[in-house]
């Protein structure tokens, strides 16, 4: 929810006469002097019911494209209901990290003072290239150094806040950049490190089309930036595993 990005826009309107919902949204965006770009959660501004009427604006938008398309979504059994698949996959799965709330994780004391690495992973990543909306698959690791102020959560947490991270629209670069600063918030540890390893089928389907290239980059933040001896230690743990 950063500083105020885009310019008004004509007020456009339904065929009832409304506003349309996405409209509304944005509008409520710009007055809070919000962001709405592709790799944002916007669900602080989306009201109770909101979401399924989105749903509909983008179904008749999808079909609107099918036309364009030279698609024949009238009397083809297999595109008849595309559009509504395609507009429910994008709000409700693919792209459900910018329209739903941070899911709820539970954090625990450091009772036993832990200050030992840990890692967590692999943990399955599907995302988009924002460039061209075209699937990202990969996988994450997490390391955690804590220390005995850290607070600590749960496994399954992790892969909960890393797909809520993933599942928008966004380059590799930015979506580990923004991982890393959610779960050093949360845990607050002496360090935190995530690589990130991912197909782009930007290349693979289109392009260049090259089958096996792949993308790895990393986040190192506190002791894992500062002392090489434990960065080395958490990335030869890595190695046997990345294959």
Known sequence: MSSQAGTSEPASRT??????????????IRKARGRFRANDNIAAWIEDGELDLLREEVAEKMEAVLRALVIDTQSDHNTRDSARRVAKMYLTEVFAGRYGKQPPVTEFPNVGRLNELMIVGPIMVRSACSHHLCPIIGRVWVGVMPNEHSALIGLSKYARLVEWVMSRP???????????????DKMQPDGLAVVMEADHYCMKWRGVKDADSKMTNSIMRGSFLKNPDLRREFLSLLAGRMK
């Open 15 to 28: 065929s009832d006469g409304r506003t349309p919902v996405a409209d509304r949204i944005r509008e409520r």
């Open 170 to 184: 966004q380059i590799q670069e930015e979506a580990i950049t923004e991982l890393a600063e959610l779960l050093l």
